[in-house]
């Protein structure tokens, strides 16, 4: 079935330690999306992808950055993450013409 | 500038009863609508959308929403609830566009409980 992959499902990081959270699809969308959800509210858009065009939010921190190499994966780099960083964060595809997002599993990021 | 309100934090039902779901938007234009449920420590999944057509929109699970323009409203309903519809439920709003952004304004979500 085609679908959206989160890899990790659960990540326990260090303050200050980086760590990458990587997602892939096999839908062949051409937009993919970070969210960051915590605490059952909202989830929030870090940046998205359109195509290969990178559109940030004005409100991202630095220390949140992406990677798309190829249509089917994209990466979230957190450079040093803090407490206030743990979340869950949550993928998303959608392409031209179809209205839908389609959402991964999403990774809960610890931060000790 | 697009925005969704969904006025509830938490709704409760009994199980077998009609739920009903708020969410009330703004947008310039026609609204693109939609309705997504999650369930703890899962993504967002959707239900439901409206773009254009009949007012009443069918989804998966039996879950069903009216657009009503001159309200501003898509309300998500359901006429009997079961215990597993207990979950978090997000509305977003989109403004229709021809190429360019594609990002949707989620509402803050609303849990809903049904007791059995």
């Known amino acids: 079935d085609a679908m959206v992959i989160q890899n990790p499902r659960y990540q326990v990081t260090q303050f200050g330690k980086p760590v990458t959270l990587s997602c892939s699809q096999t839908?062949?969308?051409?937009?993919m999306y970070w969210y960051q959800q915590k605490s059952s509210q909202a989830p929030k858009l870090l940046f998205h992808?359109?195509?290969?065009?990178?559109?940030n939010e004005a409100d991202t921190p630095d220390n949140f950055q992406s990677r798309r190499p190829n249509t089917s994966f994209c990466f979230l780099d957190i450079r040093s993450p803090g407490l206030g960083d743990a979340a869950m964060y949550l993928c998303?595809?959608?392409?031209?013409?179809?209205?839908?997002?389609?959402f991964g599993p999403g990774t809960r990021l610890l931060v000790l | 500038a697009q925005s969704v309100a969904q006025p509830e934090d938490q709704v409760n039902v009994a199980e077998g009863n009609p739920l009903t779901v708020k969410c009330t938007y703004s947008?310039?234009?026609?609204?693109?609508l939609f309705w997504y449920v999650q369930y703890p420590n899962r993504g967002l999944q959707f239900l439901l959308k409206?773009?254009?057509?009949?007012?009443l929109v069918k989804g998966s699970y039996g879950f069903e929403a009216e657009f009503n323009k001159s309200q501003t409203s898509f309300h998500l309903k359901k006429p009997s609830a079961l215990v597993s519809d207990s979950a978090l439920y997000f509305c977003?709003?989109?403004?229709?566009?021809?190429?360019?952004?594609?990002?949707?304004?989620f509402g803050r979500g609303t849990s809903l409980i049904v007791h059995p």
């Open positions: 992808y359109y195509d290969k065009d990178f559109n």
């Open positions: 409206y773009i254009t057509g009949d007012n």
């Open positions: 947008v310039s234009g026609n609204p693109y």
């Open positions: 839908l062949n969308h051409n937009v």
């Open positions: 977003a709003v989109r403004e229709p566009t021809s190429g360019g952004s594609y990002i949707p304004t």
């Open positions: 998303a595809t959608s392409t031209e013409g179809q209205e839908t997002q389609y």
